[in-house]
């Protein structure tokens, strides 16, 4: 478990440090601040040997797919890729910092060409020309570990355009772009989730995971969350409709109910407890984690969030705009052990980035003056 976090570069963040860090962190600020921003390099941090996530983050943001032109810029602060980035963190006492550093380098050789392509086949219908290009410039992450290793991983924009040519009726040109990834894999690295805002999930990834939990013989262990959003929840189980497994509860009806028809605050508790499953040992990060969940029942979800947290190894990290969410956050567990919730401010100011960290006594302050921390 991560104990502090620092950012360099990285988009509109030109240095921050957030100090302390517990099993549950909740950051707020205004509109920009940079708060998402956090969460996006808490989770490339996390997977220092994944290139591909630097590009996967902004399609997060619902962005449009980059271009070999575009694609990486949006990474550093001013679009300036002459500044690398560098996250750094601390976990184990006694152990050395993790370092993080992302640059842009000038590849070596690029390629754009085309060829014609003929099966020998079905010369009449797979004729076509194939357009490659690849990028100028590749994205290397070097990570130094807390046992003193290197691991250098790097990734480049890579597009091929396949165009069918006469006598296909109607030529449809297709495109597939993305990165190709040379990584060199961090031995023991779990995996870490981030659920985006607006949210909206993936049936057949919440399916596998609780799939897992069923095989483990923990899938009882997340009802008792579920039940603060719908008290009357008897069980859930899969159910394969068209070869697609739907997650549905027994809520004491004639027959089960897809859970997305429960609503959107019972798809989001459900989606954020199984992820729990496959970030275990890792990080769970969650942007606007109050979306779709009614007031009244923030302070019992926290609390049995903290429950799971510790069940599953896995910290979180969740961002929030809401001052009933901060306060039944604290009331959950702010009475609890110092390294159970710790509460952060994302502030602004002149270019510069700040997060103020709001001990048990500041934030049980605030909230009893009603003073803004959001």
Aim: charge should be negative; include cysteine; hydrophobic fraction near 40%.
């Amino acid at each position: 478990m991560l104990t502090n976090l620092s950012i360099n570069n990285f988009r509109g963040l030109k240095g921050l440090e957030i100090n302390p860090l517990g099993r549950i962190n909740l950051l707020a600020g205004k509109n920009g601040a940079g708060k998402t921003s956090v969460l996006e390099a808490f989770w490339i941090f996390s997977a220092p040997d994944i290139p591909e996530l630097t590009t996967r983050i902004s399609a997060f943001r619902g962005l449009h797919p980059p271009s070999a032109e575009t694609v990486f810029v949006d990474l550093f602060n001013d679009f300036d890729p002459h500044k690398s980035i560098e996250i750094a963190a601390s976990a184990t006492p006694g152990r050395k910092r993790r370092t993080l550093t992302i640059s842009l380098e000038e590849r070596s050789s690029t390629i754009a060409r085309s060829w014609p392509s003929v099966s020998p086949s079905e010369p009449n219908l797979e004729r076509s020309t194939q357009f490659l290009t690849e990028g100028q410039f590749q994205i290397i992450l070097d990570y130094l570990h807390d046992d003193g290793r290197n691991y250098t991983s790097r990734g480049w924009w890579v597009e091929q355009v396949v165009t069918p040519m006469a006598p296909v009726p109607v030529p449809v040109e297709l495109t597939n772009a993305g990165i190709h990834q040379e990584m060199e894999r961090v031995p023991g690295r779990p995996d870490s989730l981030f659920m985006a805002a607006p949210f909206r999930e993936n049936l057949q990834a919440d399916a596998q995971r609780f799939g897992n939990l069923q095989l483990q013989g923990k899938d009882g262990e997340i009802l008792s969350i579920l039940r603060t959003v719908e008290p009357r929840l008897n069980s859930i189980a899969p159910i394969l409709i068209k070869n697609t497994p739907i997650i549905h509860a027994n809520i004491g009806m004639d027959r089960p109910i897809a859970v997305r028809l429960l609503g959107g605050g019972f798809s989001r508790i459900f989606s954020i407890s199984v992820a729990m499953e496959g970030a275990r040992g890792g990080m769970l990060l969650i942007d606007e984690i109050e979306n779709g969940l009614h007031h009244r029942v923030l302070k019992d979800i926290f609390s049995n969030l903290l429950s799971l947290a510790n069940k599953f190894d896995v910290q979180v990290v969740a961002t929030t705009h809401s001052a009933e969410c901060i306060e039944a956050a604290f009331h959950a567990l702010g009475n609890g052990d110092e390294g159970d919730f710790t509460f952060h401010r994302i502030d602004q100011r002149e270019g510069h980035s700040k997060a103020v960290y709001y001990d048990h006594g500041m934030l049980e302050t605030a909230i009893e003056f009603d003073m803004e921390v959001r």
